[in-house]
Nanobody, 127 residues
């Protein structure tokens, strides 16, 4: 399984940004997927997760109501729509999968439970 994240950039507080994550090597619809983010010297933190068909989504409290995770299985792509961005959203964003079709509690929240990772895309929110 190969994951490729894209869409990061430099934006101002209050702006929006959409990240994409493409999966190749295996059938995309087989996998639940997640977004994590990380700053230098800190743990990789859970942001959001989505199950194989998009019917179930999960969010960190810090992004609930501002971020939306979605997927298009026909395009083999997952998205993270980020609205009302704040400086504290600045991080490298990673997409990941643990290899299962559903996202299970509490495993979904720990980066240690994920087998496959994309390369990361930098999001910087600054005025």
């Amino acid at each position: 399984v190969q994951l490729q994240a894209s869409g990061g950039g430099l934006v101002q507080p209050g702006d929006s940004l959409r990240l994409s994550c493409a999966l190749s090597g295996r059938p995309f619809s087989n996998y639940a997927l997640a977004w994590f983010r990380q700053n230098p010297g800190k743990e990789r933190d859970f942001v959001a997760a989505i199950n194989w068909n998009g019917g179930m989504t999960y969010y960190a409290d810090s992004v609930k109501g501002r971020f939306t995770i979605s997927r298009d299985n026909a395009k083999n792509t997952m998205y993270l729509q980020m609205n009302s961005l704040k400086p504290e959203d600045t991080a490298v964003y990673y997409c990941a999968t643990d290899g299962y079709s559903e996202s299970y509690y509490p495993d979904r929240y720990s980066s240690h439970n994920y087998k496959y990772w994309g390369q990361g895309t930098q999001v910087t929110v600054s005025s």
